[in-house]
């Protein structure tokens, strides 16, 4: 049961984008299926942020920007690993685009991530290097929100760090289960739910 208070609950819409859904670059299984539970979620806040991974053609996190690196392999990066992906959401591209039927009018916020060339943004909050705010913190600060709900695409990836951010700068969280889908690469998702349950990130099925 997710009880709604619009002044100091915010959604945040992650990465509801075409690459993330069928047919997409980096597509995830079933991703299509959160795009109706989070248009309904949308609908019931005030504060509603639609992230939208918006990267450079040079991406440092595209595989085919490092010789002889193969999608899903591993880099060492300065700031830590760093997953290698196949080149997905490039800036004014197609599959950087929001899915057709996403209610984006809905959102009041749209933040771009990842369009740093040298550091990936899996967190709505940080980038990759854990140091590098996107300013949301502030935001949703300034606008009185204390909690935040969070849905949509991965939810091994971008929901996850979204969520452990969020409780690490002091909001509570709760990610709806029902309405995001994973990648689930090497135990990932397996390892996000783990973390969460740690970081005290509330978990529900549904929004219902
Ligand atoms: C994502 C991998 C690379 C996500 C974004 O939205 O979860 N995953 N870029
Ligand atoms: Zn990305």
């Known amino acids: 049961m997710l009880r709604i208070d619009r002044d100091r609950d915010a959604f945040l819409a992650i990465d509801v984008q075409n690459d993330f859904?069928?047919?997409g670059a980096l597509a995830v299984a079933d991703g299509d299926a959160v795009v109706a539970p989070v248009n309904a979620l949308m609908a019931r806040f005030t504060h509603v942020v639609a992230t939208q991974d918006w990267h450079p053609a040079d991406h440092a996190s595209f595989a085919a920007n490092h010789a002889g690196a193969a999608p899903f392999s591993t880099l060492a990066m300065p700031y830590g690993p760093q997953t290698l992906w196949p080149t997905h959401c490039v800036q004014?591209?197609?599959?950087?685009?929001?899915?057709?039927?996403?209610?984006l009018d809905r959102?009041?916020?749209?933040?771009?991530?990842?369009?740093?060339?040298?550091?990936d943004s899996y967190s709505a909050f940080y980038e990759n290097d854990k140091a590098t705010p996107t300013g949301l913190a502030g935001l949703l600060r300034e606008r009185g929100v204390e909690r935040v709900i969070v849905a949509g695409l991965a939810t091994d990836f971008c929901v996850s760090?979204?969520?452990l951010d969020a409780r690490r700068l002091g909001f509570e969280v709760c990610v709806v289960i029902g309405a995001c889908r994973a990648i689930d690469l090497n135990g990932s998702l397996g390892a996000a739910r783990g973390a969460w349950a740690q970081a005290g990130v509330a978990v529900v099925e549904s929004g219902a």
């Not at 959102?107 to 550091?119: D, P, S």
């Open 21 to 23: 859904c069928a047919g």
């Open 92 to 103: 004014g591209t197609p599959g950087a685009g929001f899915h057709p039927s996403f209610a």
């Open 107 to 119: 959102a009041t916020v749209i933040l771009r991530k990842g369009f740093r060339a040298e550091v």
């Open 161 to 163: 760090f979204t969520a």
